[in-house]
């Protein structure tokens, strides 16, 4: 097994470890392949990231083994890559989160075996202010990613209808989530309550498939919409990361079609993209998600000014 290997990329060093080492026993697919997706899928990847209080969730012995959440950015980073300090209550104080700024920093991080890379909804500079409205969409067992589809595609609707676009994405695993590009003046007393108040209504026309609870007792062979996410506290899968899964699946932004389509044939594999299938996709398709950085958008009138839950 390689142990360390020296490397410069835009003029900063790096020492990356391990490279051999396998991290989806599954498919044999190794930290130096972890470190390869990354770099590549980096032009798309790393607009998303820019600015945002990064939680890693490091996997040092693979996705058979144990991971941990790591929010506190590593003493032993390198200098140039920046921490984020956000207050958060009494008893944590101020968390100084990495920020992944540059393809080095990421590279640094995939060296960590940081498989997954959760982002704040905020960035850092503002942690107050959501730049997107959230729902993630967790299928129930025997609930699948085509019942999030459907439900995913029903809320598109009723999204559309409130004068809002939105933009679907895979987990990376069997759920879905949908992004409500805002880019203005709002903050999570009005994003919050507006995705609960669309849950709810999810909920109450389709009662039979759709819970908005967070009770785990009430998911079972329904489609649980998450509005929670919606907290300055919480973080969310940034697009284009890995998943920890049996293989190196993506979470991957996906057209309304595609939905539709893998709905019309029930075919679940038609929504589950891994490492090459999404570099391929960019390189056709562009970043899907490019629009959730620029496009702005204001809430209804009548859902500003809410309290916090």
């Known amino acids: 097994m390689t142990s360390h290997v020296e490397v410069s990329l835009e003029g900063r060093r790096l020492t990356?470890?391990?490279?051999?080492?396998?991290l989806y026993p599954a498919v044999g697919f190794t930290k130096a392949q972890v470190i390869d997706y990354y770099t590549r899928v980096a032009p798309a990847l790393l607009p998303h990231l820019k600015g945002r209080a990064l939680t890693l969730k490091r996997y040092p012995d693979g996705v058979e083994g144990e991971y941990f959440y790591e929010k506190e950015c590593p003493s032993h980073r390198p200098s140039w890559v920046p921490v984020a300090p956000?207050?958060?209550?009494?008893?944590?104080?101020?968390?100084?989160?990495?920020v992944i700024n540059e393809l080095p920093a990421l590279v640094w991080?995939?060296?960590?075996a940081d498989l997954e890379l959760h982002t704040s909804?905020?960035?850092a500079r503002d942690p107050d202010r959501p730049t997107v409205l959230v729902?993630?969409?967790?299928?129930?067992?025997?609930?699948?990613?085509?019942?999030?589809?459907?439900?995913?595609?029903?809320?598109?609707?009723?999204?559309?209808?409130?004068?809002?676009?939105s933009f679907p994405k895979t987990s990376g695993g069997k759920g879905l989530q949908i992004y409500v590009p805002l880019n203005t003046a709002v903050d999570y007393a009005?994003?919050?309550?507006?995705?609960?108040?669309?849950?709810?209504?999810?909920?109450?026309?389709?009662?039979?498939g759709v819970t908005s609870k967070m009770s785990k007792s009430a998911r079972p062979g329904k489609v649980f919409v998450d509005w929670s996410q919606n907290d300055r506290h919480k973080t969310t899968v940034c697009v284009y990361s890995l998943r920890a899964r049996e293989r190196p699946l993506v979470s991957t932004p996906v057209r309304w079609e595609e939905l539709e389509k893998a709905v019309k044939k029930e075919d679940p594999s038609l929504l589950l993209f891994d490492s090459e299938q999404v570099i391929s996709?960019?390189?056709?398709?562009?970043d899907l998600f490019e629009p959730v950085l620029r496009l702005k958008q204001k809430l209804p009138a009548h859902t500003r000014n809410r309290k916090p839950l």
């Open 121 to 123: 909804l905020s960035l």
């Open 86 to 98: 956000i207050p958060h209550d009494r008893k944590t104080g101020v968390v100084n989160y990495c």
């Open 135 to 165: 729902f993630d969409l967790d299928p129930g067992l025997p609930a699948t990613v085509i019942d999030c589809a459907r439900v995913g595609i029903t809320l598109g609707d009723m999204l559309s209808e409130l004068g809002l676009e």
């Open 109 to 112: 991080a995939a060296n960590l």
């Open 281 to 286: 996709r960019i390189s056709r398709l562009g």
């Open 190 to 208: 009005a994003t919050k309550p507006l995705a609960l108040a669309l849950a709810g209504l999810l909920e109450k026309y389709h009662p039979d």
């Open 16 to 22: 990356l470890s391990n490279l051999d080492k396998v």
